[in-house]
């Protein structure tokens, strides 16, 4: 880290948002994943990143967590610099991707306690904050099963209560309940709506879920070939596409700006459906 900690911590103390983008932009050779993207997020906000493949959603978190280095531009996350603080970063997030991370062939509590060490959680805390994120995820009776035996629903929790254990400031989530049960999927809402309210965690997710993204998030930015297309509360970016808009044509008239022609008609063809019933 070519920061130092007191400098960085005196950064952060001065830090007004949680996240804090500045012409961040990824390339991966002629391709430009990620645009120039300007963006804030209040800590204690649930924000979700929305839009469709390859508009650069998962590339944009793992340049925030550190994973990818961005070919210009930065960002600061939990008030410290992603490029000249990245270690001090890494130590104040929780990150959950897309893929399952949980260990099958270990059981539920030797993965938290896995990630307590590798968290550096102190050790006397470590069986404290492995009981409190057990109980807080509904998985105590599930603590000493092998987590191949799991469900889906049950690992995604498992993979909460790892990335929360050491209380990080800003949790990032890519696509948390993809592939679950409904049932699976509100349970996972209810542990994050807690984490947020209970914790003051502030959430960064990505979805193709609009009902989720319109139960869970305050504020959202819709990603559309790199750049952010738009950017709001879900009811102010319903009421920008019509009156009586739903979140998923919101999601197709900003994702899908060079075909607006016909999501027009195909908004329209709804809405009569809607009123006949």
């Known amino acids: 880290m070519s920061q130092s900690e007191p400098a960085a911590a005196a950064a952060a103390a001065t830090a007004e948002a949680a996240i804090a983008i500045t012409g961040l932009t990824r390339s991966f050779g002629d391709l430009l994943a990620v645009d120039h993207i300007d963006c804030d997020v209040a800590y204690g906000e649930i924000f979700g990143l929305l839009g469709a493949n390859g508009a650069g959603k998962s590339t944009t978190i793992k340049i925030l967590t550190t994973l990818l280095p961005a070919s210009a531009g930065t960002a600061r996350v939990a008030g410290f610099d992603i490029r000249l603080a990245s270690a001090a970063v890494r130590r104040r997030i ?6 399952l991370s949980a260990d099958g062939a270990l059981t539920g509590y030797e993965n938290l306690l896995l990630s307590a060490r590798l968290y550096a959680v102190a050790h006397a805390e470590q069986a404290a904050r492995i009981a409190d994120a057990l109980q807080f995820m509904g998985l105590e009776q599930a603590a000493r099963r092998l987590v191949k035996t ?9 993979e909460l209560a790892q990335a929360m254990l050491h209380r990080p400031k800003v949790l ?5 309940t993809i ?9 996972v809402w209810e542990r994050l709506a807690h984490l947020n309210r209970d914790y003051g965690m502030t959430i960064l997710l990505t979805t193709h879920d609009m009902e989720e993204a319109e139960h869970l998030c305050g504020d959202i930015a819709i990603l559309h070939a790199g750049r952010i297309a738009a950017r709001g509360r879900p009811q102010a970016l319903k009421s920008v596409v ?7 044509e919101v999601f197709a008239h900003f994702s899908s700006a060079s075909d607006s022609g016909r999501w ?6 709804r809405r009569v459906a809607r009123r006949l019933g």
């Open 264 to 269: 027009r008609d195909t908004a329209d063809t």
């Open 150 to 158: 799991y469900s889906g629903g049950m690992i995604r929790r498992l």
């Open 179 to 187: 592939g679950l049960d409904p049932l699976a999927r509100h349970t």
């Open 94 to 99: 929780g990150y959950v991707p897309q893929l």
């Open 172 to 176: 990032f989530l890519d696509e948390p």
């Open 242 to 248: 019509s009156p009586q808009a739903t979140m998923d």
